[in-house]
């Protein structure tokens, strides 16, 4: 019995140990269009890390969601080159990888303080229910070994959003949402690996083309995701 539980001690001495990776920062700029297509910028602000190589960005429940013209570059003007397979000593790239509901952008992180700057476009942010259309958008999905300081992030439409015309629905922990200057603005903080970050929305004066269409009313919807 002793020969076997100093056999298992060694073993797990040599299994290697995940730190987490700490983004003080993130900050999100979406901007729907009047077709109901977004265009996104996302701003990663990292500190010096050690022995962390790779920065991850999930996008969950995005089977029927096209996102395209992915643009990946630093506060120090670096540009980021997409190959099919990352691997460590590849610098400045990143790989995007489409699983049909879950997508995945992983980057290379050089280990010093950096910011990273990550646009793209989504056509199927906009939801259609059968009685009103919204946005509904994972703004942070769960990322095991990644935890988040803060996040901004800054929504704008065809129309300036207020109370009247839009209603909001936050779903997350340690969260905020409200109108500021005709555009809704989300705060966060404390996102561990954990937890996620999501924004829906209902329109009462504004409908759009480009839609995901959902045989359930909002409420109903709604309901369903907080019970996922």
């Known amino acids: 019995m002793k020969k076997m539980l100093m056999i298992l001690?060694?073993?797990?001495?040599?299994?290697?140990?995940?730190?987490?990776?700490?983004?003080?920062?993130?900050?999100?700029?979406i901007a729907i269009d009047a077709e109901g297509n977004a265009a996104i910028l996302e701003k990663w602000t990292i500190n010096e890390?050690?022995?962390?190589?790779?920065?991850?960005?999930?996008?969950?429940?995005?089977e029927?969601?096209?996102?395209?013209?992915?643009?990946?570059?630093?506060?120090r003007n670096s540009?980021?080159?997409?190959?099919?397979?990352?691997?460590?000593?590849?610098?400045?790239?990143?790989?995007?990888?489409?699983?049909?509901?879950?997508?995945?952008?992983?980057?290379?992180?050089l280990e010093e303080d950096n910011t990273f700057m990550i646009s793209y476009n989504?056509?199927?942010?906009?939801?259609?229910?059968?009685?009103?259309?919204?946005?509904?958008?994972?703004?942070?999905?769960?990322?095991?070994?990644?935890?988040?300081?803060?996040?901004?992030?800054?929504?704008?439409?065809?129309?300036?959003?207020?109370?009247?015309?839009?209603?909001?629905y936050g779903i997350g922990e340690n969260i905020s949402v409200n109108f500021k200057d005709g555009k809704i603005h989300l705060f966060a903080n404390d996102i561990d690996g954990t937890n996620s970050v999501r924004l829906m929305t209902t329109f009462t004066e504004m409908t759009f083309k480009n839609t995901l269409k959902t045989e359930m009313t909002f409420k109903e919807y709604y309901d369903e995701t907080l019970n996922k």
């Open 9 to 29: 001690i060694c073993l797990f001495a040599f299994i290697p140990t995940v730190n987490a990776i700490s983004i003080n920062n993130v900050e999100i700029d």
């Open 49 to 62: 890390q050690k022995d962390e190589k790779f920065i991850e960005k999930y996008f969950y429940d995005v």
């Open 64 to 75: 029927d969601i096209k996102i395209s013209d992915i643009q990946l570059s630093d506060i």
């Open 79 to 109: 540009k980021y080159n997409k190959v099919d397979k990352l691997k460590k000593d590849m610098e400045f790239s990143y790989s995007f990888k489409d699983d049909g509901k879950k997508k995945r952008l992983l980057f290379t992180f």
């Open 122 to 168: 989504v056509k199927g942010i906009i939801r259609s229910y059968t009685d009103i259309q919204g946005l509904d958008w994972l703004l942070i999905a769960k990322t095991k070994g990644q935890k988040i300081g803060q996040l901004n992030a800054h929504i704008s439409a065809p129309l300036p959003l207020n109370e009247t015309n839009t209603a909001l």
